[in-house]
């Protein structure tokens, strides 16, 4: 692959990292919790990934700075806003996906 063709990938991945952080950021009405049952990850997993794609370009982002960037504001804010508290249901669910 060519360095322009790479260049070329890593723009594609850029835009649909920011397509799935805005699509999440409009989907408040999906819990975390629910995006664990599912797919094994969340909105924290992503911000996590985010902290760690920088330590890898020696760029320091915190994690509460990532958290606003994927939640769209402060993560408190958020979680005032929109987390209900988990079932038992979906805690049962969690705790019996495969890890």
Request: aromatic letters at 10%; hydrophobic letters at 40%; proline letters at 2%.
């Amino acid at each position: 692959m060519s360095s322009s063709d790479k260049a070329k990938q890593t723009e594609i991945e850029a835009a649909v990292y920011r397509r799935l952080v805005e699509h999440l950021q409009a989907k408040t009405e999906v819990q975390n919790i629910d995006l664990m049952i599912l797919a094994d990850f969340c909105r924290n997993c992503l911000s996590k990934w985010y902290v760690a794609a920088a330590k890898d370009l020696d760029m320091e982002i915190d994690y509460e700075q990532a958290r606003e960037l994927v939640y769209g504001m402060p993560y408190s804010e958020w979680k005032e806003k929109y987390q209900k508290e988990a079932t038992p249901e979906q805690i049962a669910a969690f705790n019996a996906r495969e890890k």
